[in-house]
């Protein structure tokens, strides 16, 4: 998949100043806070003055320089690096909008750019209401109202918020989805609301494909992920007796990633009789991902919902096959029997036949990885950067005419 035609690529004209809203930042959170990430450090690198608002944790620095561009961490009651509560989302709501609005006094942003609506995009709505500052909101996934989400609580708030996420999204001088899939389900809360795709990207020069073996003495599985229910690594480890008894080649599996649901996992995996054949890593640092990926021979990703996972766009970029649900954001990046298999979200029996075929395949599997690394090229993160830039750029041109 390349750039969505739909954005029409123009050279963006002078030194812009972005102000950025984003709830999570690395170190906490999950793919959504590395979208913002590389982003702002591409933006900066083409010369943009660019601020971040994110949520202060621990002891992260109130204000810090990170690839070039300015972070700067608001009041939030945030326990967890990997789980944000909705009280604790509230909090960084408040105290990101009356930041936003008195750093924006001094800074004078031309644009801003809000990564999930729910909580990020209080801040830039009132910007524009007080300040006539346009601002785009970029759809990530839990951000927007599903029919089955997880936690299944989220059904209620999803009612209580849908007529905020609506007038954010109204207000908007553009949204943005990172998948088709996400943009569909979105125009199921509003219906007339023209919505952008811009996938999410990767680092190619970060995550190079390797030589591996057509049969190596274990096929090495990695999968990585919060441990939360949404994951799916519950069916993961539910369909391993089946894959043990019907697999032919020996194998193991390694999950990478912290979360709630770890001790449950375990549980599970124990209860079953499978814990011989899984390894809890833990969380990673993203420095050390890279090797992760190049270490394993195929990749599963297991997900109830997504928006358009970094892990999937890295492990295809490392030259691995692809083993996962078909959900939004992955159906677009994993072509069956091209790059790897597709299974039903929550589907034990499809799981357990998708990876059987995989760690048996030998050398296809070789050619399947093969194929990820040429799917992925256009996805380098120098070309999702530009266009949102060039985005940026039609934006103000329209507004200034």
């Known amino acids: 998949m390349s750039i969505k035609p739909s954005i029409h690529l123009t050279?963006?004209?002078?030194?812009?100043?972005?102000?950025?809203?984003?709830?999570?930042?690395?170190?906490?959170?999950?793919?959504?806070?590395?979208?913002?990430?590389?982003?702002?450090?591409?933006?900066a690198a083409a010369g943009h003055d660019v601020h971040l608002m994110t949520s202060q944790f621990r002891d992260c620095?109130?204000?810090?320089?990170?690839?070039?561009?300015?972070?700067?961490?608001?009041?939030?009651?945030?326990k967890s690096p990997d789980v944000c509560a909705v009280h604790e989302m509230l909090t960084y709501a408040v105290s990101s909008s009356l930041y936003g609005l008195q750093f924006a006094k001094k800074f004078q942003p031309d644009i801003v750019q809000v990564f999930f609506g729910i909580p990020a995009g209080g801040g830039a709505y009132l910007l524009r209401k007080f300040r006539n500052v346009p601002y785009i909101v970029f759809l990530g996934g839990r951000d927007v109202p599903s029919r089955n989400p997880d936690p299944p609580y989220y059904r209620w708030l999803y009612l209580l918020l849908k007529p905020m996420i609506r007038s954010i999204w109204g207000g908007a001088a553009r949204v943005v989805a990172c998948s088709d899939g996400l943009r569909e389900l979105a125009q199921e809360t509003d219906t007339d609301i023209k919505i952008d795709v811009i996938p999410d990207g990767l680092d190619l020069g970060r995550f190079e494909p390797v030589k591996r073996d057509?049969?190596?003495e274990k096929v090495r599985i990695l999968t990585i992920g919060r441990l939360i229910p949404r994951k799916g690594f519950q069916f993961l480890i539910r369909a391993l007796p089946e894959i043990i008894e019907k697999a032919t080649h020996n194998f193991e599996i390694e999950i990478v990633g912290d979360g709630p649901y770890q001790q449950e996992l375990?549980?599970?995996?124990?209860?079953?009789?499978?814990?011989?054949?899984i390894h809890f890593s833990g969380s990673v640092p993203y420095a050390e991902l890279p090797q992760k990926y190049r270490d394993a021979n195929l990749f599963?990703?297991?997900?109830?919902?997504?928006?358009?996972?970094?892990?999937?766009?890295?492990?295809?970029?490392?030259?691995?096959?692809i083993v996962a649900s078909r959900v939004q954001g992955i159906d677009e990046l994993v072509a069956e029997g091209v790059n790897g298999a597709l299974f039903n979200p929550g589907d034990v029996d499809g799981l357990a036949h998708c990876l059987v075929k995989l760690i048996d395949a030998g050398?296809?599997?070789?050619?399947?990885?093969?194929a990820s690394t040429e799917r992925v090229k256009p996805y380098d993160w120098k070309h999702i950067a530009d266009a949102y830039l060039s985005l940026y750029t039609d934006i103000l041109k329209k507004g200034n005419s």
């Open 11 to 43: 050279e963006p004209q002078g030194k812009l100043k972005i102000l950025m809203f984003n709830h999570e930042f690395p170190p906490i959170g999950g793919g959504g806070g590395w979208v913002s990430y590389f982003l702002g450090k591409h933006f």
């Open 61 to 78: 620095p109130k204000d810090e320089e990170v690839e070039g561009f300015h972070v700067h961490r608001v009041r939030a009651l945030r």
């Open 214 to 216: 057509a049969s190596p």
């Open 266 to 277: 375990v549980n599970l995996a124990e209860s079953l009789g499978v814990a011989s054949h």
């Open 300 to 321: 599963i990703l297991p997900s109830l919902a997504e928006g358009m996972p970094l892990v999937v766009l890295e492990a295809m970029g490392t030259g691995l096959p």
């Open 363 to 370: 050398e296809a599997r070789i050619e399947m990885g093969k």
